[in-house]
Structures are given as C-alpha cells and as structure tokens.
T-cell receptor, first 114, second 115 residues
C-alpha cells in the first residue's frame, strides 16, 4: 500500500524567507504526486502535480516541487514567503493503476512571521 | 462559474441518528469523490464515482456508510446510526475525468458533530 509522510506538522517562516515542506512517499513504483493547499475557511486547492513529465514541477503562487525517485521525495518549496502563504499544505499520492484514489499526508501548517 | 457545493455546511446530530450529506459537483464533471478529514489528520478516501457508478467503495468505514449519485450530478453520503467517531469534516470533490489528467476541485466541506 502506498503512503505519504509529511515531516513536520507545523512550520514557521519569516516573510521573505524560503519555504520548504517535506514529503516522502512509499511506493513500489513511481506514483503520481500532488500538493494541495487549504486556506483558512476554504476548500482544498491544487498547487501542483507530478505525473511523470518533468521532475521539477511549477505550480501556482510561486511554489514548485521536485520529484526525486532516489530519495522517494516530493518536497515543496517557495523562495520567498508571503503573508498570504499561511495555510495548511497536504501532500498526496496515487498509483498509476487506480489513478483516482488519493492518499493524503497528515498536513503541514505554515505560519508566516512579519 | 460555480464550484463544488456541499450542504449543510455544519451538522450537529445525536448519537444513533441518521444524517445525509449532499454534494453538487461542477457541471460536466464525470468523476466525484468523497473524503473524510478528522481533526489533525489528512484526508481519508471514502468512495469514488464515475458517472453514477461507484467502482471503488473500499474506503467506506463500515456498512453504516453509503453513497449514491444521480447520473453525473448530485451525490448523497448517508451515515446511519451515527457514532461519535463519525465526527469529522466530510469533503466532496469532482474532476472532469481522472485526477491525474484533470484538476480535482474540492467543496468547502460539511462539518459533522455527533454528540
């Protein structure tokens, strides 16, 4: 069975600093990988996804993630944090054989300090 | 255009009562998904519809949970004889076809509290 581990349930960064959210997956074959964001009192929104094209994936709001097969990782980064990035972020994975069933990590809450 | 909508937004019920949660997907989206989000946890897959067919019900926690979908439109998630452990936010999502090729759009969720 596939699973996703997000390291760190809470991350605090200063405005303008690098945002790094870690995600590791366990899967016998390379899966499809996703990052979602949930802003306060809003529904989940897709940030970006990896579906076996380029390993460096660019998403909305300046976020990007790199798929590293050797490390089974799909970490999310943003060079410069903005106050509006405060939200909860979820990494998710699905298998190619049943590419509808997303397995989500527990989430990482990001707070941005002025 | 209209996004995925869910009703009610909040539901408080007593243990043992039945509840129905409704999801209106984006028009034209053939795929519809239900998830559960317990406090402090990630989303848990419940069920997936392709059209009005549910090829995968493996995520439903028990036989107290059921779901149906009318054509490629509204879906209802029913929980019978609710228990306190059913308290969670229930999220619905839809996509044009598959989640890997088409963006999955989420509704705002229904917060269920079982007293």
């Amino acid at each position: 069975a596939q699973s996703v581990t997000q390291l760190g349930s809470h991350v605090s960064v200063s405005e303008g600093a690098l945002v790094l959210l870690r995600c590791n997956y366990s899967s016998s074959v390379p899966p499809y990988l996703f990052w979602y964001v949930q802003y306060p009192n809003q529904g989940l929104q897709l940030l970006l996804k990896y579906t076996s094209a380029a390993t460096l994936v660019k998403g909305i709001n300046g976020f990007e993630a790199e798929f590293k097969k050797s490390e089974t990782s799909f970490h999310l980064t943003k060079p410069s944090a903005h106050m509006s990035d405060a939200a909860e972020y979820f990494c998710a994975v699905t298998r190619r054989s049943n590419d509808y069933k997303l397995s989500f990590g527990a989430g990482t809450t990001v707070t941005v300090r002025a | 255009g209209a996004g995925v909508s869910q009703s009610p937004s909040n539901k408080v019920t007593e243990k043992g009562k039945d509840v129905e949660l409704r999801c209106d997907p984006i028009s034209g989206h053939t795929a519809l998904y239900w998830y559960r989000q317990r406090l402090g946890q990630g989303l848990e897959f419940l069920i997936y519809f392709q059209g009005n067919s549910a090829p995968d019900k493996s995520g439903l926690p028990s036989d107290r949970f059921s779901a149906e979908r009318t054509g490629e439109s509204v879906s209802t998630l029913t929980i019978q004889r609710t228990q306190q452990e059913d308290s969670a936010v229930y999220l619905c999502a839809s996509s044009l076809r598959r989640v890997t090729t088409d963006t999955q759009y989420f509704g705002p969720g229904t917060r269920l509290t079982v007293l």
